[in-house]
């Protein structure tokens, strides 16, 4: 049976023979030799492959490798279902479904076991968490929607900050395809049965308009936010539509040998330099990803010239298909090595030296995978027998995957279980460095929060916005929290503004505003400081600030709450926001109080990190004040400027007078380099809500 994936084809198996019509005259031939098995695909195949693990470790860049293998396997998927449909064989979806997963998964588990095996080898504890959750995405195919929903930079150039699971995106859209692609061809093949209509011809109209829809959907949502549109599915479809109209449109096209030369070498040409002579970083999956697909394509339309000149000659070489059946393990294992060696050696990109021996050890991993886990699995005849032993299978291997993945969840389960169970003596946080603070940290205790449960320790309101206090704007709306107390019972209202930094107060925040009953709605968007129009900062914060600002003119809150300075990492340079005058100064016109807090101290290493490897005591991780921290507040230069306006300061709890620990009353403080952790925010809620009241002079 044909293999569906862009990565694997057994070298055993055959693809349909496309013959071009013959012409008087004319010796016939059209872009596929006689021959059935078409090593020309499985050397593109290959050379994708290498495009991709090329990139990826050498030059730091997306190449397109990706694209092409999304459009072969939609190529192929096309030619089994046309021939069945031509044969009158039934569609049999789940057989063929049953059958297609139970060849994908194997190589995917002993990938993913070996990947989490090094995470918790090499990679810190605070990153634990993360690949869990995306190794459960990979397992079942929606990858690609976790890192949507995580706005992940898929171009970050430090690739060892990177997940080591995150090149599963593109398999999990290929499963999403796999899936939908089937049920396409099935309903057409019934539809043509039954009113006798051409089935080939039928289905380039389906997939034609699949074309259209997507390439247009995908290069507006591209437009607008490519980070996200990258890991679109409907933003990729149009690639997997055009190898299936390929294989559709291919036995009516018939090009000379020499036109057919010419296109193998400028396809394989224009796939080599897609990723050096475009601007992947901010035009994919747009119409820009047109160039390597359609390279594909003119390297399909060549096939076999049979010409000593023919780009086919090199891409039908032995070196070529035989590394086209270890491609989907290469393919697999070239990320999460690359990963994972260069966390542990501490760099953010491969040299050529260290890049080589990335390369070489993941062709080791794959061929080792494609032997003794691949090849065996596929040629096992048991599973194919009855679909409840092809299920059994599959099922079989999902439960070898799942195992660890719930062992750690439970253990999280149990750590977190048993810090609940802590007393407050042995967490205080900020407290201790309090007047007259007693050590009561009892030996054994747990830091908090857990390292692993670190990267998840965010304030939060209760939940989105609603009703009345719900914007009308899109990107507020998806920008907006509120806590549980009802607008209309609250005794005083205020609005959050800003990013990260103030969403981290939310934290202490948050209890006072339920005690006192008022109704608290935070806007906030990563990244993005409030402020006036400022012409240095980036267009979509500029647009979130200003309808931020309708909000809060229609809302008329009693106060906003925001930060009002910048530190800057491992520095005790510290300024004002840019135009923070002119923002009291506007609110306070409305009636509005501003309540504006001090930053705290930002780092240029991840002092929780260092903590974790070098211990609490290292003075590498453990800074001195003055390098740090500002020895007077920018505060202090507008003081008595505004007529409602309050400044806090918390800094004093953040470090001790001499140093700024990374830990302190057994809490962890930070998240990373420059977040405080919810865990330890909510340890200076008290002294927060005493200082609120003091600044603001409202009443209690």
């Not at 590498?620 to 500002?630: F, T």
Request: charged content about 15%; some cysteine.
């Amino acid at each position: 049976m044909l293999c569906v994936t862009a990565f694997e084809e057994p070298p055993n198996v055959t693809t349909p023979t496309i013959q071009p019509p013959a012409r008087p005259n004319r010796r016939a031939t059209g872009p596929v030799a006689k021959s059935k098995f078409r090593p020309e695909i499985q050397g593109l195949r290959s050379l994708a492959v290498l495009m991709v693990v090329g990139y990826h470790i050498w030059i730091g860049r997306v190449s397109g490798g990706v694209d092409v293998f999304l459009l072969i396997s939609a190529f192929l998927m096309t030619l089994q279902f046309t021939g069945r449909f031509k044969q009158r064989r039934p569609m049999d979806l789940l057989r063929h479904w049953l059958h297609l997963f139970r060849r994908l998964l194997p190589a995917v588990v002993v990938v993913l076991l070996g990947t989490l095996a090094a995470t918790f080898v090499f990679l810190p504890p605070t990153r634990w968490v993360e690949v869990v959750h995306q190794a459960w995405a990979s397992l079942f195919y929606y990858e690609n929607w976790l890192l949507q929903n995580l706005a992940v930079n898929y171009y970050a150039t430090d690739h060892s900050l990177a997940s080591p699971v995150q090149h599963f995106w593109s398999l999990s859209i290929q499963g999403q395809v796999f899936i939908l692609w089937p049920v396409i061809f099935a309903v057409m093949a019934a539809i043509c049965r039954k009113y006798d209509l051409r089935y080939r011809a039928s289905l380039a109209y389906i997939f034609a308009l699949i074309f259209v829809a997507s390439l247009t959907y995908s290069i507006i949502f591209t437009a607008n936010n490519q980070a996200v549109a990258y890991f679109d599915t409907f933003a990729r479809l149009w690639e997997f539509a055009l190898g299936t109209l390929v294989a559709l449109i291919l036995p009516a096209l018939d090009f000379s040998r020499p036109v057919r030369v010419v296109m193998g070498w400028v396809g394989v040409a224009a796939m080599l330099s897609c990723g050096i002579l475009l601007q992947v970083q901010t035009a994919f999956p747009g119409f820009v990803a047109l160039w390597p697909t359609l390279a594909a394509v003119a390297v399909i339309a060549a096939g076999q010239t049979g010409s000593r000149f023919g780009v086919d000659r090199i891409l039908s070489s032995k070196f070529l298909v035989r590394l086209g059946d270890n491609s989907y393990a290469l393919y697999l294992w070239h990320w999460p090595v690359l990963v994972i060696a260069l966390a542990w050696s501490g760099k953010d990109h491969a040299g050529w030296l260290s890049g080589t021996a990335i390369v070489a050890l993941s062709l080791v991993l794959a061929f080792l995978t494609t032997k003794y886990v691949e090849k065996p699995f596929r040629e096992w005849r048991w599973p194919e027998v009855k679909r409840r032993r092809a299920a059994i299978s599959i099922a079989a291997c999902l439960a070898v995957a799942c195992t660890p993945l719930f062992g750690f969840q439970y253990k999280q389960y149990l750590d977190q279980q048993a810090a609940a169970t802590q007393a407050f003596n042995d967490n205080p946080g900020a407290h201790a460095l309090l007047p007259g603070y007693v050590d009561l940290v009892s030996d054994g205790a747990k830091t908090l929060p857990t390292a692993e449960q670190l990267p998840e320790d965010w304030a939060r309101l209760s939940g989105p916005c609603e009703g009345d206090a719900q914007p009308d704007d899109r990107t507020l709306q998806s920008n907006c929290q509120q806590n549980s107390v009802a607008a209309e019972d609250a005794t005083k209202t205020i609005v959050v503004l800003g990013d990260s930094h103030s969403q981290q107060w939310l934290a202490a925040l948050g209890p006072l505003a339920e005690a006192q009953h008022w109704k608290v709605t935070a806007l906030l968007l990563g990244g993005c400081h409030f402020m006036p129009e400022n012409p240095d900062a980036d267009e979509a914060c500029n647009d979130f600030n200003s309808e931020a600002s309708k909000y809060v003119e229609e809302q008329s809150p009693d106060a906003v709450f925001m930060v009002g300075t910048m530190a800057s990492p491992s520095s005790p340079d510290e300024q004002l926001v840019y135009g923070f005058e002119q923002t009291v100064t506007n609110f306070n016109d409305l009636g509005i109080q501003v309540v504006a807090i001090r930053d705290n101290p930002r780092y240029d290493y991840n002092v929780t990190e260092c903590a974790l490897a070098k211990g609490v005591e290292s003075s590498d991780c453990k800074s001195d004040q003055p390098d740090v921290l500002a020895a007077q507040s920018p505060f202090a230069a507008v003081q008595g400027m505004f007529g409602n306006a309050a400044f806090l300061d918390m800094t004093d709890l953040l470090c001790d007078g001499i140093h700024c620990p990374s830990v302190v009353g057994n809490t962890f403080v930070y998240l990373d380099d420059n977040h405080l952790s919810r865990t330890y925010v909510s340890s200076m809620a008290d002294m927060f809500t005493e200082r609120w009241f003091a600044a603001t002079g409202w009443a209690r």
